[in-house]
């Protein structure tokens, strides 16, 4: 039997999520202090410029840090993050970013982590990342694995964090876009973004990447069925996982079920048409057909200038994501509406109130232009 160590974060995480064997027993609150003389040294926070230093060093345990600043919804901590994402922005940027989604069971962690552990063999340093809101489950895929993935958990040149849990999809992924430019800036230049491919959580991991990869495991020749379209048509690479054993063959058909169906899309407008691989991860087939796969595409799209021009189209769209996100909370944590949105919530249900009334009550009341019921009686 093996142990992996756990860190405080990853504590935190467990008690917050896993309904498990693992349980972490509760310690002694404080030590109790033997010499009175002793004075208890608190560790002193770090400044922005210890995270900057710490980060561009390439220290994990301050990379750590900071990103759980970027998590926090205490707004000091905000502030900071704020202020060390705005310094680490320009050593970012230098990494290809790729998406990987897929049903539950599709494949993705034993996926990461077979190709993990050989893109970082090519010399590259890998960080993993997740977006996972709806994370009841199984504590939000990553972590649980990474007590499973023992081999990339203990690759020096990986770095495994699993998805921010509270909040909206919004708030999550813009936290995972900060993450990568510490990430980045922290010398990671192979960035993964795991989500599992059930809502609308690819959409957002889309809009984030250079490219996105879509895992499929082949069923039972209803292969078609049951995928969304959507998905199919952001997907820039396709891999048809678990082609091991019996499945081999099932896989393969998969593969030219699957390549014939991406023709009949319209060409994308990357210039790239999507192609399909099979692999398996247990026995360690059709990686290097993938990563190659991978450089391909990287490689036409920075040779046509999608590469660049995607990541400008998506820089602007994040600055009116960001926009949207902090207008909405903003609204929703102001106490005025706070006090009144309970009460128009219940007279639209009631039927006394239609809902546009309501909104523009609210939203008079936040822009300052009626009164609130408190300040009425003042
Ligand atoms: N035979 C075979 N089994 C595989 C392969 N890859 C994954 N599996 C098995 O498929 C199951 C699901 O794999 P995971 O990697 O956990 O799948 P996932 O997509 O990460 O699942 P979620 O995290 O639940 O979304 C596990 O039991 C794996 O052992 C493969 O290449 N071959
Ligand atoms: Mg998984």
Redesign the pocket.
């Known amino acids: 039997m093996s142990f992996t160590k756990i860190n405080h974060y990853e504590k935190e995480y467990i008690d917050a999520h896993c309904h498990s064997a693992l349980n972490v027993t509760e310690g002694v609150a404080e030590q109790p202090i033997t010499n009175p003389y002793f004075k208890k040294r608190r560790k002193r926070a770090l400044t922005v410029e210890e995270y900057v230093e710490g980060i561009l060093r390439g220290d994990i345990t301050v990379l750590s840090q900071a990103i759980t600043l970027i998590e926090s919804n205490n707004p000091a901590h905000y502030a900071q993050a704020q202020q060390i994402i705005e310094r680490c922005l320009p050593h970012s940027g230098r990494s290809v970013r790729i998406g990987i989604t897929?049903v539950?069971?599709?494949?993705?962690?034993?996926?990461i982590e077979a190709v993990g552990n050989m893109v970082t063999s090519l010399r590259h340093r890998l960080a993993v990342l997740a977006i996972d809101p709806s994370s009841e489950r199984s504590g939000g895929?990553i972590l649980g694995?990474k007590t499973r993935m023992e081999s990339i958990t203990n690759n020096p040149d990986v770095f495994i964090r699993p998805s921010p849990s509270a909040g909206s999809l919004g708030g999550v992924a813009r936290k995972t876009r900060e993450t990568i430019v510490l990430c980045e800036a922290a010398g990671f230049d192979v960035i993964f973004i795991e989500t599992?491919g059930v809502g609308q959580s690819e959409t957002a991991v889309h809009s984030m990447v250079d490219m996105f990869m879509l895992l499929q495991i082949s069923g039972a020749g209803d292969e078609l069925q049951g995928i969304k379209r959507g998905i199919m048509e952001m997907a820039d690479m396709m891999v048809i996982?678990?082609a091991?054993?019996e499945?081999l063959h099932k896989a393969e058909l998969a593969r030219t079920q699957f390549q014939s169906a991406l023709r009949l899309f319209p060409m994308p407008e990357s210039e790239w048409r999507p192609r399909v691989y099979t692999c398996?991860?247990?026995d360690r087939t059709g990686l290097e057909e993938v990563w190659a796969g991978v450089e391909q595409f990287l490689e036409h799209t920075g040779r046509n200038g999608y590469f660049t021009h995607n990541r400008s189209r998506q820089n602007k769209y994040w600055m009116y994501e960001t926009i949207n996100e902090t207008l909405r909370n903003a609204f929703y944590r102001d106490p005025r509406v706070e006090a009144a949105i309970g009460d128009c919530e219940q007279r639209v249900l009631d039927a006394r109130l239609s809902s546009f009334i309501a909104a523009k009550e609210l939203l008079d009341i936040y822009f300052g232009e009626r009164e609130t019921p408190e300040k009425h009686e003042a």
């Open positions: 897929g539950p069971g599709a494949g993705k962690s034993t996926f895929s694995d599992v996982t678990k091991d054993g499945n398996s991860s247990v």
